[in-house]
């Protein structure tokens, strides 16, 4: 299947539009502005899209379901992803690691992101769109792409660039690429929908472009009431006020302020470990119902307690009713868990 271009310049600002107003989502999480500059998309292959301005990087495919039907994937630089992990962990550590906790964490967040770029995509065309998506993933360049949209380096994709700043903490470089499906998905339903009055939003939303999430809001009203009036008094529109934020180093600086209450019901995978040892295989064959493996432990040494494979504390084993439980003796003092 090939890019349908003929129709490409007419929604072209409707994507990087919708891109730019998916971020906002991360607003509520973070505790913090979001200020979003989206490029125009541009129309490459799949060999031709240069992703060097986001790398080291970590991805993640989206797929639309419902009217909209196709693919993107969505990059982000990863020491932009590991600021907004300290974010979320309210954490001042130097040494965050994307580990099985963190990596969920992210997931989370950046669905609800897909989430509200399939919502705009629809509201734009008056149609009905969600999205899901894979794990997070290093991005190992163009390939990634390719396996993604199950396709070959010559096919056509459609990528938004983008700048966006969280509040005076982060500023970070991410782009999403749309698959040929997706395009000439939106650029059926741009047909379908009144050629002047969509034409009045696409100006619409590049002349309030640089106002950023306040000129997106402007954008969503007008394409929920139709366009009778082109001489109505311009909208009064007054900014709004935002909390500012202390910025500490360079403008990759992590603040303080974090909100964990939208991830408080992830849930979290809590082990209790008796001990551990090392096996060679032919031991581990030889392995028959009866055989005793001694382990690292003593007898009436405190067992382990991890969440998600992170070692948080250490307790002795108890006995209620008929079941085992650990009493919590010690919490681990470590800067890399979640009781720093």
Not at 91 to 105: A, K, P, R, T
Not at 197 to 215: F, H, I, K, Y
Not at 270 to 295: L, R
Not at 316 to 336: A, C, H, M, Q, Y
Request: proline share 4%.
């Amino acid at each position: 299947m090939s890019l349908d271009r003929s129709k490409f310049d007419k929604i072209s600002e409707v994507l990087s539009d919708s891109v730019g107003a998916a971020l906002d989502a991360l607003s509520p999480i973070l505790g913090a502005e979001i200020n979003s500059q989206p490029q125009p998309a541009q129309v490459h292959t799949i060999r031709d899209t240069d992703f060097s301005g986001v790398m080291p990087a970590m991805y993640f495919n989206i797929v639309f379901v419902g009217d909209i039907s196709g693919k993107a994937v969505a990059v982000f630089r990863e020491i932009d992803l590991a600021v907004i992990l300290r974010l979320l962990m309210n954490s001042d550590s130097d040494e965050i690691e994307f580990d099985e906790m963190g990596l969920g964490m992210i997931k989370e967040i950046m669905s609800q992101v897909s989430n509200k770029l399939a919502a705009k995509l629809g509201e734009f065309f008056g149609v009905d769109a969600t999205a899901s998506i894979s794990a997070l993933m290093q991005f190992d360049g163009n390939d990634a792409v390719v396996n993604a949209f199950s396709g070959k380096e010559s096919s056509e994709c459609a990528t938004v660039n983008i700048k966006y700043e969280v509040g005076t903490i982060l500023k970070g470089k991410a782009c999403v690429t749309f698959d040929d499906m997706c395009v000439n998905n939106l650029s059926k339903y741009y047909d379908m929908t009144n050629d002047d009055s969509t034409q009045q939003q696409l100006t619409a939303a590049q002349n309030v472009q640089s106002v950023g999430s306040v000129g997106r809001q402007a954008m969503k009203q007008a394409s929920r009431q139709p366009i009778q009036n082109t001489n109505a008094p311009a909208l009064n529109i007054s900014p709004s006020s935002f909390p500012r934020f202390d910025v500490s180093g360079d403008d990759d600086g992590v603040g303080m302020p974090g909100n964990m209450d939208l991830l408080m019901e992830v849930p979290m995978n809590v082990c209790v470990e008796i001990g551990k040892t090392k096996k060679k295989m032919k031991e581990i064959m030889n392995f028959s119902q009866g055989t005793i493996i001694p382990i690292d432990k003593q007898a009436g040494a405190p067992v382990d307690i991890t969440v998600n494979g992170q070692l948080i504390a250490r307790g002795d084993v108890i006995v209620i009713d008929d079941n085992f439980g650990v009493r919590i003796t010690e919490l681990v003092n470590s800067k890399n868990n979640l009781t720093s």
